[in-house]
């Protein structure tokens, strides 16, 4: 069994910073890509940004220039630097892992991200 444990979502003022962390842990291996998705009020889920276990990172147009993603291999962890923060950022930031020879893939239960104008 994989967790996905996430930290660091809040409430921020336009403008601000906030620091994502996720952590896997369970039954994982093989680790190919992590990264974080979100998702608005009505809306579909979306990816915000992933890096792959080389260090290769795939970011969402909307937050390019203002988010950095990054991991650290040895704890199976994956962060998400927030900042310039806007209200539109605003929604549930969810962690994700694909790993193993069939790329199962994982999710974490989320974490609010509330920014207000």
């Known amino acids: 069994q994989v967790q996905l444990v996430e930290s660091g979502g809040g409430l921020v003022q336009a403008g601000g910073s906030l620091r994502l962390s996720c952590a896997a842990s369970?039954?994982?291996?093989?680790?190919?890509?992590m990264g974080w998705y979100r998702q608005a009020p009505g809306k579909q889920r979306e990816l915000v940004a992933s890096i792959t276990n080389g260090g290769s990172t795939n970011y969402a147009d909307s937050v390019k220039g203002r988010f950095t993603i990054s991991r650290d291999n040895a704890k199976n962890a994956v962060y998400l630097q927030m900042n310039s923060l806007k209200p539109e950022d605003t929604a549930v930031y969810y962690c994700?892992?694909?790993?193993?020879?069939?790329?199962?893939?994982?999710w974490g239960r989320g974490t609010q991200v509330t920014v207000s104008s």
């Open positions: 994700n892992v694909v790993w193993g020879n069939n790329r199962y893939t994982d």
């Open positions: 369970g039954s994982i291996f093989s680790i190919v890509a």
